[in-house]
């Protein structure tokens, strides 16, 4: 029904002003060179008008996996979007995240993908070696711009000197634990661990075992395959005194000083050596914590919402993640990106859908809807999310955020979990199992930027 009315308007609107145009010609006619005053500046007017009323409709198609707050989200925004823009239609389309990937492999080399995807940004160097993406165009997002408005670690989106991508959110890594689970066991819930030498102690003190041995409640869920690499990277081994990854993105870095190794082997201890933990408990470590079995959890600020749907009764707390020598977390983050053969109409339209998601009203519906951080520093650092009990440790963060640039992030993540799992299950000595991870995951960075620089 409102398609029709609005094309019942442009309809009359156009009559209308063909009419006008007609009338001013046909007295300009009769008239001589003198016509009337005022009839130039209506005809002029009539004509835009009817230009208007003809603007090209231009459909785009906007990407990204099936994640039900965002989904919905999404749903919502592209309506309001829709309404600042009548000749923009915004056409979204879902993956499961185990197909993701392969369909876009699949169709956006054919030219039959989306327009604008939503993707993690771990993905980001595969996907332009790939051609699958265009940079950003500078007119909307220059890098000056981009420095200004965002965290630094939004640098990790800039490949071969250009913007790929820009995020609406991101997470960071902090320390969820249940102040019931805190007060049975005679702890202070407004007291966290602080420190790597606290959280080994209070998870100690949180865990229930059965008289088998079998775990009751996880002092400290431990999932390896969930955010555990992620901690390792880029908090454990920064705050051990190490880095992550070289300045020009070549070298691993974690064996280049004791830090990796002492990373590594605090977080295996937590489960083989002090059993605080135990691996795909209540199937994993989210699980296990709504559910009320696991007293802490490593997790990111991408939880809020969901544990605010699943678990509304639950008592629980955020801190900051405990330290060492340095205080440091991971971030990570979903980008929006425009692929490769968007051109014309369509690339203009994309860009104001962009900026459209990147935008403080956007950001800050997002916050509500799924619980992710705003990107932008002016959004973020409002009081009413800084000071905020659930967010606030998240976003004190965020200074000190490291975002590891990922040149495979499946085969990466597969390497550390292999590596964990030797130690765990296959008696593995640890320092073996280290050494081999660091080889392997050289090897990707070897491999990677040899074909880069043979571009």
């Known amino acids: 029904m409102k398609s029709t009315q609005s094309q019942r308007y442009r309809y009359t609107s156009w009559s209308a002003a063909a009419l006008a145009l007609s009338l001013a010609v046909g007295l300009s006619a009769c008239g001589g060179s003198k016509a009337p005053a005022g009839d130039g500046q209506s005809g002029q007017a009539a004509q835009k008008t009817a230009e208007a009323g003809q603007e090209e409709k231009i459909t785009i198609e906007y990407w990204q996996y099936q994640y039900p707050a965002k989904v919905e989200l999404i749903a919502a925004l592209i309506d309001e979007f829709q309404k600042k823009h009548p000749n923009i239609t915004v056409k979204q ?262 900026k459209f998601l990147t935008s403080k009203e956007v950001q800050e519906q997002w916050v509500e809807k799924v619980g992710e951080l705003p990107a932008k520093r002016e959004v973020a650092l409002q009081d009413k999310y800084a000071k905020d009990e659930k967010l606030g440790p998240f976003i004190q963060q965020l200074s000190y955020a490291h975002a590891h640039f990922f040149v495979d992030e499946k085969l990466e993540r597969d390497y550390f979990v292999e590596a964990v799992d030797q130690v765990a299950l296959k008696q593995v000595p640890v320092e073996k199992a280290y050494d081999e991870l660091v080889k392997k995951t050289q090897k990707l960075f070897d491999d990677y930027w040899a074909k880069q620089d043979k571009k």
Request: charged fraction near 25%; avoid cysteine; charge should be neutral.
């Open 93 to 354: 389309t879902n993956f499961p995240y185990d197909q993701y990937n392969e369909k876009v492999a699949t169709l956006v080399p054919a030219g039959k993908g989306p327009d604008i995807i939503n993707l993690y940004y771990g993905w980001l160097p595969k996907y332009v070696s790939s051609g699958y993406l265009q940079p950003l165009p500078e007119s909307a997002f220059s890098e000056e711009q981009i420095k200004k408005e965002y965290f630094p670690f939004v640098d990790t989106a800039k490949l071969n000197g250009k913007y790929y991508a820009i995020p609406t959110a991101v997470r960071t890594l902090a320390l969820f634990y249940n102040k019931d689970l805190f007060t049975k066991a005679g702890l202070d819930p407004g007291k966290p661990p602080a420190t790597w030498t606290e959280l080994v102690d209070t998870a100690k003190k949180l865990t229930e075992q059965d008289k088998n041995g079998q775990y009751v409640v996880e002092g400290l869920a431990w999932q390896p395959n969930a955010q555990l690499h992620h901690w390792y990277r880029d908090a454990l081994v920064y705050q051990a005194g190490g880095k992550d990854i070289s300045d020009d993105r070549r070298k691993i870095l974690w064996a280049d000083s004791p830090a990796g190794l002492e990373a590594f082997k605090y977080l295996i201890d937590l489960s083989l050596v002090h059993k605080v933990g135990t691996k795909d408990f209540y199937n994993d470590d989210i699980t296990a914590f709504k559910k009320g079995v696991a007293a802490m959890n490593i997790d990111g600020s991408f939880q809020l919402g969901g544990i605010k749907k699943d678990a509304p009764d639950l008592q629980y707390a955020i801190a900051p993640l405990p330290s060492y020598k340095d205080k440091a977390t991971q971030v990570s983050f979903w980008v929006n990106s425009i692929t490769k053969g968007v051109k014309g109409k369509k690339l203009e339209a994309a860009t104001e859908f962009l």
